[in-house]
T-cell receptor
Framework: GESVGLHLPTLSVQEGDNSIINCAYS??????FIWYKQESGKGPQFIID?????DKRQGQRVTVLLNKTVKHLSLQIAATQPGDSAVYFC??????????FGTGTRLTIIP | GAVVSQHPSRVICKSGTSVKIECRSL??????MFWYRQFPKQSLMLMAT?????????EQGVEKDKFLINHASLTLSTLTVTSAHPEDSSFYIC???????????FGSGTQLSVL
């Protein structure tokens, strides 16, 4: 079946550096993508989304890049802070279908 | 963003008892809410879609008689884990959409531990 996967299950970044979390998706028809942040024991928190008619979208300290050619999604976090330590999930959606989550990447910020 | 409240945040119960989890949209109406289950270090697995005023839609492999869902109003959906057993121990999370766009907003989750 279709799945959303991540290249790296864990990522450690020095505080203040930039981090990049990658996600590969297999459904080329997916037209909507979201990144969520989940801290331990809490529900996922919306970070940023992007539609398939865009290839880049920026938020506060975060940027999502979409490469439809290779079905790749990435989340860039600038100037990482200790509070950025969490598990990050990408999710994809096609039309009115349900949101499908990836396996998650644990980001650890090293002080 | 929209606020989704989930209660309780943690529950410990004996095997064989039933547990009810509430999910409320605080500042918007949600005709559809979603219930997920998450095991440690794993991703979210959709269990069912809760539809206001109608029956929930369950994902394949999810027992509808085991996980009862009631969406009686536009701001409240409940998940009842009936006759809970240790294998039902998990983190349960609800979510809802405002309907204005496709973003899903999540509750804070409920950690269920069945002894």
């Amino acid at each position: 079946g279709e799945s959303v996967g991540l290249h790296l299950p864990t990522l450690s970044v020095q505080e203040g550096d930039n981090s990049i979390i990658n996600c590969a998706y297999s459904n080329s028809a997916s037209d909507y993508f979201i990144w969520y942040k989940q801290e331990s024991g809490k529900g996922p928190q919306f970070i940023i989304d992007i539609r398939s008619n865009m290839d880049k979208r920026q938020g506060q300290r975060v940027t999502v890049l979409l490469n439809k050619t290779v079905k790749h999604l990435s989340l860039q976090i600038a100037a990482t802070q200790p509070g950025d330590s969490a598990v990050y999930f990408c999710a994809e959606k096609f039309g009115n279908e349900k949101l499908t989550f990836g396996t998650g990447t644990r980001l650890t910020i090293i002080p | 963003g929209a606020v989704v409240s989930q209660h309780p945040s943690r529950v410990i119960c004996k095997s064989g008892t039933s547990v009810k989890i509430e999910c409320r949209s605080l500042d918007f109406q949600a005709t559809t809410m979603f219930w997920y289950r998450q095991f440690p270090k794993q991703s979210l697995m959709l269990m069912a879609t809760s539809n206001e005023g109608s029956k929930a839609t369950y994902e394949q492999g999810v027992e509808k008689d085991k996980f009862l869902i009631n969406h009686a109003s536009l701001t409240l959906s409940t998940l009842t884990v009936t006759s809970a057993h240790p294998e039902d121990s998990s983190f349960y999370i609800c979510s809802a959409s405002t309907g204005r766009d496709e973003k899903l907003f999540f509750g804070s989750g409920t950690q269920l531990s069945v002894l």
